[in-house]
């Protein structure tokens, strides 16, 4: 196009210098024609330039979210890999173990609760799987019904401290909020983000989970006194793959789904979920709080 643009302007100042050359003329002024033609095919070919130059930026663009999504991609099954073979690898010691030696009682009780632990880590990872895959094919469904989410918390902190999690949840919990929920989907919520609480919180066994009531919403804090998440990185933390560092050098468990997930469950239950730093009593921020809010149920 370029090329047809040149020779036609090419043409126009043969004509002209022709002109020129016959008229013996000092100086002569384009015919109207000639001037408006000119200026159509610069203005073609400024017009051409601009969208040449917007396509090029255009790719390059979708060439970075490629590249991005690839590199997504390999960490998910560099850690989906590790994290699969990790914990199936952990309970056949274990059960080699009980089987080949002769151990106290309560050495086998030890070693049957790491293998409890790292049973339930490993029907965690395929759950989260299974959901971001029913999530992919926009086939997840919720089953709502009138929920006392202050029951529900109880319960669900009850059983994760009778668990023997090396970790305690210190509960501070509102009693009788009711949502619209999905018991499934709201203890998947709370796994996951109990579960991330843990995984950042070396040295720290202490996670904090409060729910109480705040205008028409009730309001779900899940805190811990971990590493706490970057700036750069808070704005990204629920997309789908995403985990801050290099998979072949972290050393952290995860596959980053399970933020991606807790993203998509609450947006299904008409709420909205943040990431703030964990503020310590002297003012200085010391790990994460998740925050979920929640419309309290209404018979209107």
Not at 263 to 279: E, F, P, R
């Amino acid at each position: 196009m370029l090329y047809d643009l040149n020779t036609e302007l090419f043409y126009l100042r043969e004509e002209v210098n022709f002109l020129k050359d016959n008229e013996g003329a000092t100086a002569y002024t384009l015919p109207d024609g000639l001037v408006k033609k000119q200026f159509m095919i610069l203005g073609e070919g400024f017009v051409f330039l601009i969208l040449l130059a917007l396509g090029m930026l255009q790719t390059r663009k979708s060439f970075r979210r490629e590249t991005n999504a690839a590199r997504q991609q390999k960490n998910f099954l560099l850690s989906v890999t590790h994290e699969l073979k990790s914990p199936v690898a952990s309970v056949k010691l274990f059960l080699e173990t009980l089987r080949k030696r002769e151990l106290p009682k309560e050495k086998q009780d030890e070693l049957i609760q790491r293998a409890i632990e790292e049973s339930n880590r490993l029907d965690q990872l395929i759950e989260n799987i299974l959901v971001a895959a029913r999530i992919d094919n926009h086939a997840y469904s919720l089953h709502q019904e009138k929920l006392n989410l202050s029951v529900f918390t109880e319960e669900f902190i009850g059983k994760f401290n009778a668990s023997g999690h090396p970790h305690k949840v210190i509960a501070s919990v509102e009693k009788n909020l009711f949502v619209n929920g999905d018991r499934m989907a709201l203890n998947s919520v709370l796994v996951n983000l109990v579960e991330n609480a843990t995984k950042y919180s070396k040295g720290h066994n202490e996670i904090t989970l409060q729910l109480h009531k705040e205008n028409n919403h009730a309001v779900l804090k899940v805190k811990d006194q971990g590493t706490g998440i970057g700036a750069e990185d808070k704005s990204r933390i629920f997309e789908k793959f995403f985990r801050a560092g290099n998979e072949e050098t972290r050393h952290t468990k995860g596959t980053g789904l399970g933020l991606y997930i807790v993203k998509y469950l609450v947006s299904k239950h008409q709420g909205t979920i943040s990431v703030h730093d964990n503020i310590s009593d002297g003012g200085d921020p010391k790990g994460t709080t998740f925050d979920i809010r929640l419309k309290l149920f209404s018979n209107a």
